[in-house]
């Protein structure tokens, strides 16, 4: 059983008077090969789904599998988060986090180089993702000489470099322009297609909902899929 799947998933902060359900028995499947949206207003339980599925924080209940992984099944857990993390699951977020002292490949190439993939190879694979990014020329610079949006394009050849079969991305195209925000959902397709990767990508940008064939709405903890008539992308 590949992608992602989600079944029944609770997580509720806090004790007695003060206890908040922020998700509320959530159910979704993200097969292999497919990119769906997540979607809903502040505070309805969007950070704390995305920190379920990134291993990051652990739900009260329910069932929980990334690829081949089983990550929850009430109260079980893998027992190396830290390599699921870095070997499973391809983050995207908001905020870029660039490594300021490695140059813009490095940045990129760091992972498949920790992942024991030889030097050049890991520099090649990251130059093939900033050219289809279309920030190859900035290669050699540092993180603080970049844009707001070269750092994010960047940020996304990172999550994608080690084909993960798991993306998460938060808001990946927000500072981007209409052009780039679509390129980026582009490769976020194409590579979900070539290497069977399951996608999740939250997000209020207008300018890609359409290029979505599923979407998750999420309010108050509960989440409710949007049925895909009339949505396409191919
Ligand atoms: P979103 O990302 O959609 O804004 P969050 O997942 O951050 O939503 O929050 C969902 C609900 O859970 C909100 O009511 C929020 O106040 C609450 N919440 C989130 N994190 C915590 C926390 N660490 N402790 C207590 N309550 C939290
Ligand atoms: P975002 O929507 O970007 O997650 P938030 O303001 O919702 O930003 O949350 C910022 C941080 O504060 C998150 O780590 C979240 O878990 C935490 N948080 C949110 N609401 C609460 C809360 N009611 N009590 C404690 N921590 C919270």
């Known amino acids: 059983k590949r992608g992602i799947h989600i079944e029944g998933l609770s997580k509720c902060y806090g004790k007695g008077d003060t206890a908040v359900y922020a998700l509320k028995d959530v159910n979704m499947v993200v097969a ?18 995305l920190k379920s599925l990134g291993a990051v924080i652990s739900p009260t209940a329910g069932r929980m599998t990334l690829g081949d992984d089983v990550i929850y099944d009430n109260g079980w857990k893998v027992k190396d988060l830290r390599a699921l993390r870095r070997d499973k699951i391809g ?32 520099r090649q694979r990251a130059l093939n993702l900033l050219t289809a990014l279309d920030v190859q020329h900035r290669a050699k610079a540092m993180p603080s000489q970049l844009s707001g949006g070269e750092q994010q394009r960047v940020a996304i050849a990172r999550g994608l470099v080690n084909r993960p ?40 940008d207008e300018k890609i909902i359409p290029t979505f064939k599923r979407i998750y709405h999420i309010r108050d903890g509960v989440t409710y899929e949007e049925a895909g008539e009339g949505r396409g992308y191919d």
């Open 32 to 49: 292999p090969g497919e990119v769906v949206g997540l979607i809903g207003p502040s505070g309805s339980g969007k950070s704390t789904l």
């Open 91 to 122: 983050f995207v977020f908001q905020a870029p986090y660039l490594i300021p002292f490695l140059d813009v490949t490095d940045n990129v190439a760091l992972l498949p180089m920790l992942a024991g993939i030889p030097n050049a190879e890991s």
């Open 165 to 204: 079969p798991v993306i998460l991305a938060d808001e990946p195209t927000a500072p981007l322009d209409s052009e780039r925000a679509m390129a980026v959902m582009c490769i976020l397709n194409d590579m979900a297609k070539k290497f069977e990767t399951a996608i999740i990508v939250v997000t209020h």
